[in-house]
């Protein structure tokens, strides 16, 4: 016969675990990260929906055709607040063109484009920045007019600094001190340097990071500075690319990255920091290799994996909400199309992890493919907007793109329809899950 003793004893050791998985769970969910700081806690998406304003504002400064070298189209879509007020929008391949409206040469009710010019193909610059008032509403286009015709506000690059072709997409932008502990302030804008690919890399082939300086309130663009240079890497698909968010928290900026494999659908994030004022300052520059902060880029060790059900998409934003850390991707990993129909989060208490997810799902609206199939319409790189978070939720853009057939980019498509090529608008809700 079993002693009473014992049986207690086993029953208390198994309440006593009990107690310390319920402890250590609720430290999970609930983890201060500072002194005095708000508690880290679980969050998932809780609701969306449409943030409508922002869209129609968008789509009738693109429809105006008071000027023809100014923004009608774009992705990218990262914005900054300017010190006066004002915002700045961020925006990778541009349309400059005329837009008529229906209908359009395929009889269809859209608005389409036309070249500026007259005849032949809309015109097409890598990269553009377009001024916007306190409300976000567009009303000014920032491009560099040259005697060839209008070109991206970031110059190519020169033959002797890369490959024929090569080109600048800006990606997050911040203001800070010139230097540290300065009055004066100035803008930086983190670009990704591409060159011409093909295959995996019919969007371009990534080669490196550079922080672009621009002084304030002009706006004037003062110099562009290579950070951790990923060129020497024979793989294309190993080269990080840094900026797709930047977020400043203490003393810090930090900034994500992402590689593109070409052989899995899902890429890995990457984490760099550095101290504020010094983001032109390739010196400054630390990488998390996954114990401690390296000068080497090449030590950098990813934050979140592709482990086949986790895992980024080619872009993807990282905000703070409360005192938790929260990432919004492209559900690459989830498999069946929802790399390019849906939206997923992670959450974590510090900034290079653990990530906890995917959580909760997006399926934002998106418009019907003018050939009829709605799966060849994309929605990617959602970007979060904290500065027009309120009462409503957190303002999340994404952009809109169709695909030609496998390999090929539709041109001729988000010509027809100038709705497929141009942001939209959420507010997301999020949770405690």
Same mark, same amino acid.
């Given at each position: 016969?079993?002693? =009473? ?10 309440? %006593? ?82 837009? @008529? ?6 009889? @269809? ?41 209008? /070109? ?11 490959? /024929? $072709? ?10 800070? =001190? ?17 060159? =011409? ?68 659908? /899902? ?33 950098? %060790? ?33 498999? $069946? ?34 050939? $009829? ?9 959602? @970007? ?25 980019? /539709? ?23």
């Amino acid at each position: 016969m079993r002693s =009473p003793v014992g049986r207690v004893s086993r029953r208390t050791a198994a309440l %006593a675990a009990l107690l310390v998985a319920a402890v250590a769970a609720a430290l999970l969910v609930a983890v201060p990260t500072g002194r005095n700081a708000a508690p880290c806690t679980a969050r998932t998406i809780a609701s969306w929906t449409p943030e409508t304003r922002l869209t129609h504002a968008f789509a009738r400064y693109g429809n105006d055709n008071s000027r023809l070298d100014d923004w009608t189209g774009g992705d990218g879509t990262h914005s900054v607040r300017l010190p006066d007020g004002r915002t700045l929008w961020l925006f990778s391949d541009t349309f400059l063109d005329r837009i @008529q409206p229906p209908p359009n040469p395929k009889g @269809q009710p859209h608005y389409w484009r036309t070249r500026a010019t007259g005849g032949g193909p809309p015109g097409l610059i890598r990269n553009s920045l377009v001024l916007a008032g306190r409300s976000g509403r567009p009303y000014d286009t920032l491009i560099r007019r040259t005697p060839a015709g209008p /070109a991206g506000y970031f110059p190519d690059l020169p033959r002797s600094a890369g490959p /024929a $072709g090569a080109w600048r997409w800006p990606v997050a932008a911040r203001v800070e =001190p010139r230097t540290p502990g300065s009055s004066v302030r100035v803008l930086r804008v983190l670009l990704w340097n591409r060159a =011409p690919g093909t295959g995996p890399w019919l969007f371009g082939e990534p080669r490196t990071t550079e922080v672009a300086t621009l002084s304030l309130p002009r706006l004037r663009l003062e110099r562009v500075t290579t950070v951790g240079d990923r060129t020497p890497a024979a793989d294309p698909g190993t080269r990080v690319l840094y900026g797709t968010a930047a977020v400043r928290y203490g003393r810090h900026t930090y900034v994500y990255g992402n590689d593109a494999p070409a052989d899995r659908p /899902a890429g890995r994030a990457y984490l760099a920091r550095v101290p504020a004022g010094r983001l032109a300052d390739p010196r400054a520059w630390r990488y998390w290799d996954g114990h401690g902060w390296r000068t080497d880029p090449e030590r950098a %060790a990813p934050v979140l994996r592709n482990d086949g059900r986790r895992g980024v998409g080619s872009a993807f934003t990282v905000v703070r909400d409360g005192g938790t850390w929260v990432l919004f991707t492209m559900d690459a990993a989830g498999g $069946g199309g929802r790399g390019l129909a849906t939206f997923t989060s992670y959450w974590s208490c510090t900034a290079q992890g653990p990530w906890h997810g995917p959580n909760g799902e997006v399926t934002p609206p998106r418009p019907p493919d003018p050939a $009829g199939s709605p799966e060849r319409t994309a929605v990617y790189n959602p @970007q979060a907007h904290p500065e027009f978070t309120g009462r409503a939720g957190l303002l999340l853009s994404y952009d809109v793109n169709t695909l030609g057939p496998p390999g090929t980019a /539709a041109t001729g498509a988000v010509n027809d329809d100038v709705s497929l090529y141009r942001p939209r608008f959420l507010r997301v809700r999020l949770t405690t899950g």
